[in-house]
């Protein structure tokens, strides 16, 4: 395991020495420490960062030589994944299969945006139509510049392919600050991109606090571009403090995402895709879909079937064998959904199962999965995200009520709907105000497609083509045409 920061392709401890704890959720054990970057040091990656772009010619490489670095990085995650699988789960907790398959989705992120990175050069300019024939005018792409990557805990390889990968693909250069709470996968990213020879200061990787390594890249004035994911309220504050520079930025924040099942849905299916929807990742998921509205014919049965099924979840540290539900990711997180479920029964909602301590373990961030019903429509329960393995049911009578209680939240990021009726899902889907949404299933998500929220889940998409557009500058240039004279001042 890794402790120091990359900066400038070189491994470096922090400018005051200091360091902070690995701590494994499913023990509370410390399992390593970390350099804990100082303002310093977030000044020295920005500086190099600056330099690889505006000097070294980072941005001058063609696509095609960019995607070879691009995917000599996917070569060296997969030729680590079952390795770089189990730190993410030492790490963040999450059962060993979910971290395995993170892991290959960031190796295929890198993959993608090398393939975009190609087509960057077959597309070089966009020839634009003037009203005025003695003038010719052409649209061209360019790279932003040095990008301040800031991502959560709950992904923490794939978030960082989610904006490394983009970035490097358009030609910016990147500073990227991980979560405190796990830190390790990135760093061994940075190793990775280290020994796929990618040059000096074209990724740098700080590791700390946010309120340090974190706001020293807000602030810092080489940065052009911000790229969060995280919180509302943090989201909030970086939009504020990026006014100050009019710098470019995306966001991709919260949800309270609802799922409607139809009375025609099958029963089986609909609660496979229910607990898949919140209890995947111990339901730490932005998309996650915790507010769950059944039609009422089949509302009991539903209950009853996904109550039973969510009992038999087995709960335990993510490096076991079987285990579908690992431990929360930090002590701090199990406090606060913990604090959520008893806010709810304050509120008066009722625990279906679930809700506590899982027995048999007196260490680790566990929880159970947790069913409430009842669910008071004002409460916090209802409107205010969780992240934890919470799921609120309720019960609707009409596809107008469904739609009205879905859209009724400050969050836009996902939906979904669950119906036999291909008509009225596609009228539904269409109805809902979110930008990700599915028919017939929750949480799959690809590469290729557009990512991001309505409302106040965030600004801009990640991901596909989009992911791209978003570390790149659109260029107007304008010429006369040979011989013409403008002769406005001088006949």
């Known amino acids: 395991m890794?402790?120091?920061?990359?900066?400038?392709g070189k491994w470096t401890p922090a400018a005051n020495g200091r360091t902070f704890d690995v701590v494994n959720p499913a023990t509370e054990e410390v399992v390593h420490q970390i350099a804990a970057a100082t303002a310093e040091d977030v000044d020295l990656a920005v500086k190099a960062a600056r330099r690889a772009f505006d000097k070294d010619g980072w941005p001058k490489l063609s696509g095609a030589q960019r995607a070879k670095y691009l995917r000599a990085i996917a070569e060296g995650i997969r030729a680590r994944q079952a390795e770089i699988a189990r730190l993410e789960v030492i790490d963040n907790g999450k059962p060993f299969p979910e971290a395995d398959w993170d892991v290959a989705d960031a190796a295929g992120c890198f993959d993608f945006y090398a393939g975009l990175a190609e087509q960057l050069d077959n597309n070089p300019e966009e020839p634009i139509a003037l009203a005025d024939a003695r003038f010719t005018s052409k649209a061209i792409k360019e790279p932003i510049g040095v990008a301040g990557a800031i991502i959560p805990w709950n992904y923490p390889l794939l978030m960082a392919a989610w904006k490394v990968a983009p970035a490097l693909a358009a030609g910016c250069t990147v500073v990227l600050k991980p979560a405190e709470v796990t830190s390790?996968?990135?760093l061994e990213l940075a190793a990775i991109a280290d020994e796929a020879g990618l040059p000096p200061g074209v990724l740098n990787i700080v590791t700390g606090s946010g309120s340090v390594a974190g706001q020293a890249i807000i602030d810092h004035r080489g940065v052009d571009k911000l790229a969060f994911t995280g919180s509302g309220p943090v989201g909030s504050k970086i939009m504020a403090a990026a006014a100050r520079d009019i710098k470019r930025v995306s966001l991709e924040l919260g949800g309270k995402s609802p799922f409607v099942v139809f009375d025609d849905a099958d029963i089986d299916e609909a609660v496979e895709w229910i607990m898949f929807g919140i209890f995947w990742n111990q339901g730490q998921v932005c998309s996650a879909t915790s507010r769950v509205l059944v039609q009422e014919r089949i509302y009991d049965r539903l209950l009853s079937r996904l109550v039973a099924e969510t009992q038999k979840i087995r709960i335990g540290d993510g490096l076991e064998d079987g285990v579908l539900l690992g431990p929360l990711v930090s002590k701090r997180q199990h406090e606060q959904v913990v604090a959520a479920i008893e806010a709810a029964k304050a509120?008066?909602?009722?625990?279906?199962?679930?809700?506590?301590?899982?027995?048999?373990?007196?260490?680790?961030?566990?929880?159970?999965?947790?069913?409430?019903?009842?669910?008071?429509?004002?409460?916090?329960?209802?409107?205010?995200?969780?992240?934890?393995?919470?799921?609120?049911?309720k019960p609707f009578a009409t596809e107008e009520e469904a739609i009205e209680l879905a859209n009724d939240s400050r969050f836009g990021l996902a939906a979904a709907v669950m119906s036999k009726d291909d008509v009225r899902a596609e009228r539904v889907a269409s109805a809902f105000r979110a930008g990700i949404v599915w028919i017939n299933c929750s949480q799959p998500t690809f590469t290729e497609a557009p990512w991001g929220g309505y409302k106040e889940s965030g600004i801009g998409r990640e991901l596909g083509r989009w992911g791209l557009e978003n570390y790149l500058e659109t260029k107007q240039i304008t010429r006369l045409a040979a011989g013409e004279k403008w002769a406005w001042y001088i006949k």
């Open 347 to 393: 509120a008066g909602a009722t625990v279906s199962c679930g809700g506590k301590r899982p027995e048999g373990f007196d260490k680790g961030y566990y929880l159970e999965p947790t069913v409430l019903t009842d669910v008071p429509l004002e409460s916090d329960a209802w409107r205010e995200e969780i992240f934890g393995p919470v799921v609120c049911i």
């Open 2 to 8: 890794r402790s120091e920061l990359y900066i400038d």
């Open 184 to 186: 390790l996968t990135a």
